[in-house]
């Protein structure tokens, strides 16, 4: 992170360029306990030996991979990682669900997966109560259960669930909150579109963001409204065009992560407002948020996740509870700041790839 924060150009303002980037290293370098306290434990930190990987492939485990929604980059990305790591420890995928963000089809999708008994379950919920019976059923069946961003309510790891890994969403939070204070100078009038749900993920997002915008008491947060899905983008769009008509002198929206950002850029472009009068700043790094900031248009930063990290981490988790190897009940990966200046080299920190042509085009 030193790197990163050392090749951004930071604006003047209230605080300093220096702590700002102070502020963005202590991020990374701290990340958040998770939902019930439990001490952080950094993915790179996770490992198996050569016999332990030989021992897995021998098995011919199978696994499935229950999402809530995998129409976003991120998801893209996350499961990217999983098949990374489950291919290399020569464990089978058999299904892949997509609960389209609602709980009840989540519910359907795990009974389904149940009755072709995978040995590890790799999952995020959409709901955590909602679908916590489901997941204990699984759980009581023998299935090994690592979840992503939350895990199902009332689960206790290493009995009903191997661990649960997830991205320092607190600190994303904060790094957008303080590229947005440093786009705006420290002053201005911002509106906020949170994510309408109890994920841990998400929750966590804003109430890490609310906590950095404190640093800076003449950015006022003068509306805020949640989107629930499941057209995110549209529902944001709409959001976002009432905010800018409700509040003319709106100088800047943070969205909970990119796809929603993607409405928000629509209603942005449709009101007429210039790149230049309304900073944008969100979550995650998608290719539509990484086109517009590569061209200098509203957003101007985001504090990503590196999500095909985590889904190899998760890959490599479910090595473990195949071998009864102890596993650390939440592992995470920290906050990534990206601005213009630094993003192609963040890509391929976040998402495990090159950067797309066409962001790379987009920066020329």
Known sequence: MAAIAACMVLAAGPSPAADIAAALKDIEEHPASGPHGEKPVLASDLGLTPEEIAKIKSMNATAAIVMHYTASDWAKAQMAGQKAALDMLGIKIIAVTDAGYKAEQQVSDIETVMARKPNVMISVPAEQNGTAAAYKRAAASGIKIVFLD???????????????????????????????????????????????????????????????????????????????????????????????????????????????????????????????????????????????????????????????????????????????????????????????????????????????????????
């Open 150 to 364: 939350q895990t199902g309510a009332g689960m206790s790891p290493g009995t009903e669930y191997v661990s649960l890994v997830s991205s320092d969403n607190r600190g994303m939070g904060k790094a957008a909150a303080l590229l947005m204070a440093q786009a705006l100078n420290g002053k201005g009038n911002i509106g906020l579109i949170p994510h309408a749900s109890d994920l841990f993920a998400t929750v966590e997002r804003v109430v890490g963001f609310k906590e950095a915008i404190k640093a800076y008491p003449d950015i006022k947060i003068v509306a805020e409204q949640g989107v629930g899905g499941p057209d995110f983008s549209g529902e944001s769009e709409r959001i976002a065009s009432g905010m800018l008509t409700a509040h003319p002198e709106l100088n800047g929206i943070w969205a909970v992560w990119d796809v929603p950002t993607e409405g928000v850029l629509a209603a942005a472009r449709a009101s007429g407002r210039a790149p230049k009068d309304l900073v944008i700043t969100t979550c995650d790094l998608g290719v539509n948020i990484a086109i517009d900031m590569a061209k200098n248009g509203y957003v101007k930063g985001t504090g990503s996740q590196r999500p095909y990290g985590a889904g190899y981490a998760e890959g490599i988790l479910a090595g473990y509870a195949l071998i009864g190897k102890s596993a650390p009940p939440y592992v995470v990966l920290p906050a990534l700041a990206v601005t213009k200046q630094n993003l192609i080299a963040a890509w391929p920190m976040s998402n495990g790839t090159p950067p797309p042509q066409v962001v790379t085009d987009a920066m020329k």
